[in-house]
């Protein structure tokens, strides 16, 4: 299975670890931690050493409580993390929700657009039509400053999450946009209760059936915390526990902050016991997840 983006072809044989680098001030867990774009490109040099395929560099919270930025203010931000980052050789995803930022960062030749609210921005799937890039759709009910204020808890909620991924990939391959092109996110914590979160995690294959691979991004969710009982900066070993039940139910790409520990723990993984869909023998560093294109 391959993620086809602008430069790369994303080989999904195997596990793929997504690192997070966050511009903002007010992300739930480490908001604030990169003052400047160096200190940026510099988070994104140590991600790629510590083992991540893809770096996910995003200029926008979207927490529960979040406030919008303005296009331009998230733009400044991103844009020279996101020239520096394309300098390092590996593929690179831009986390936002504005068309007029997906354009700008298209042109500069972004290979994946992580979109929180599936491309329903007006002019979004065309702006990724127009292009060769990636795209990662996911679920998310209302908006991020909303989202967890009383999410309904009285549903089948990967009946809802799928029939939702599923038509918003059927608009993109409407759009002439190559089935290869899509990734799907059931959007851990958005506007899903504890026991939600839990249950798109168990049925993860259910997801699957829909034919793209599955990103999905448990790292430091408040989820975690409830069953933990333990505050967003301790959540690491939780994280790493999630991320890797998210792979064995099927999952190819997992989200997170804390590459290092999610990359060794996936050689442990790998040495103990293949999950059916990967290729024997392949670990983090013995293989690279990408060829350009």
Request: glycine share 10%.
């Amino acid at each position: 299975m391959i993620w086809q983006t602008t430069r790369f072809a994303i080989d999904l044989g195997r596990p793929c670890v997504m690192g997070i680098v966050n511009l903002t001030p007010d992300s739930f867990s480490d908001g604030g931690g990169l003052v400047t774009p160096l200190d940026a490109a510099r988070r994104c040099e140590r991600l790629l050493a510590d083992g991540a395929d893809i770096l996910d560099i995003g200029g926008e919270s979207t927490r529960p409580g979040a406030e919008p930025v303005p296009a331009d203010e998230e733009w400044w931000r991103l844009a020279p993390v996101l020239e520096a980052a394309l300098q390092l050789g590996c593929p690179v995803s831009v986390d936002t929700m504005k068309t007029e930022v997906m354009r700008r960062a298209l042109d500069l030749g972004v290979d994946i657009i992580n979109d929180v609210q599936a491309l329903r921005a007006d002019g979004a799937v065309e702006a990724l039509a127009a292009s060769a890039a990636g795209v990662c759709l996911m679920h998310m009910r209302g908006q991020p400053r909303s989202m967890q204020a009383d999410p309904p808890a009285d549903c089948d909620i990967v009946a809802e999450v799928g029939k939702f991924l599923a038509e918003r990939a059927a608009v993109l391959v409407a759009q002439g946009i190559d089935r290869r092109r899509i990734t799907l996110d059931p959007g851990i914590g958005f506007g899903k209760t504890v026991r939600q979160n839990f249950e798109l995690l168990q049925q993860t294959a259910a997801l699957g059936e829909l034919g793209y691979p599955l990103l999905v991004g448990w790292s430091r969710k408040s989820s975690l915390g409830v069953v933990t009982g333990r505050p967003v900066d301790q959540r690491g070993s939780a994280s790493v526990a999630a991320a890797l039940a998210a792979l064995l139910h099927g999952a190819r790409i997992v989200r997170v902050h804390d590459v290092a520990e999610t990359v060794d723990a996936l050689k442990v993984w790998q040495a103990a016991g293949l999950p059916a869909w990967q290729r024997p023998g392949a670990t983090p560093n013995e293989q690279q997840p990408t060829r350009q294109t």
